[in-house]
């Protein structure tokens, strides 16, 4: 009898498509979109605004890869936020065990990109944290809902994530951060109801 292989998660960058054995499976940022209404700004706006979240993730990350070029980005729009980062990293006493790395629930079928999963040694070294990084001066309201996704795609691969904590870190354009922790046992029940929209719009719904 031939083995079966696992199925594997790719991540689709561009067009922010995740597979899951070749099969497209919705996003957690995608669950969420339904709630999230842009109307009070403009198109312009919005994609200024993802452009600036989606280089700011980069910097960060190749920054703890010790990866960055400081010369080349030193001065830059977005320098402020990367030394906002460092400082919270220095503050907390960041230990990350995994950056930017994506994930798939096998039990409710949805995947993401998990931006840190880390211990805080100067706040709470015993405790493991999900950690989702953001360019953005105010709280979303959907962000204890995302993290609640992301805590549960790390404790299906780990069961020890089981009590992790979660939380948000805004960086700031003047260099400062804000530290924000999720702790509503109602984020991932949000969640869940939602994916169970998003699953049940996709089927299709015949009158008898």
């Not at 070029?69 to 830059?76: F, K, R």
């Not at 729009?77 to 907390?92: G, K, M, N, T, V």
């Not at 790390?154 to 003047?174: G, I, K, Q």
């Amino acid at each position: 009898m031939l083995a079966c292989a696992h199925p594997v998660l790719t991540f689709d960058a561009p067009t922010h498509t995740y597979r899951f054995g070749g099969v497209v499976v919705p996003s957690v940022t995608q669950v969420l979109d339904c709630a999230c209404r842009f109307d009070f700004i403009t198109q312009e706006q919005l994609q200024d605004a993802q452009a600036r979240g989606t280089y700011v993730h980069q910097l960060c990350e190749l920054s703890d890869l010790d990866e960055l070029d400081d010369e080349a980005e030193q001065g830059g729009e977005h320098w402020p936020r990367l030394l906002a980062w460092r400082r919270f990293c220095l503050d907390y006493g960041a230990n990350f065990s995994a950056i930017e790395t994506i994930g798939y629930s096998k039990l409710y079928g949805f995947a993401g990109t998990v931006d840190r999963r880390a211990t805080l040694e100067l706040v709470s070294p015993t405790d493991k944290w999900v950690i989702d990084v953001k360019s953005s001066e105010a709280i979303g309201k959907t962000w204890g809902p995302q993290t609640a996704a992301y805590k549960q795609i790390a404790m299906e691969e780990d069961p020890s994530w089981a009590l992790a904590r979660r939380a948000t870190v805004r960086l700031l354009a003047d260099g400062r951060y804000k530290f924000d922790e999720f702790k509503s046992r109602d984020d991932w029940k949000v969640f869940s109801a939602m994916l169970t929209l998003n699953h049940w719009s996709k089927t299709n719904h015949v009158l008898d």
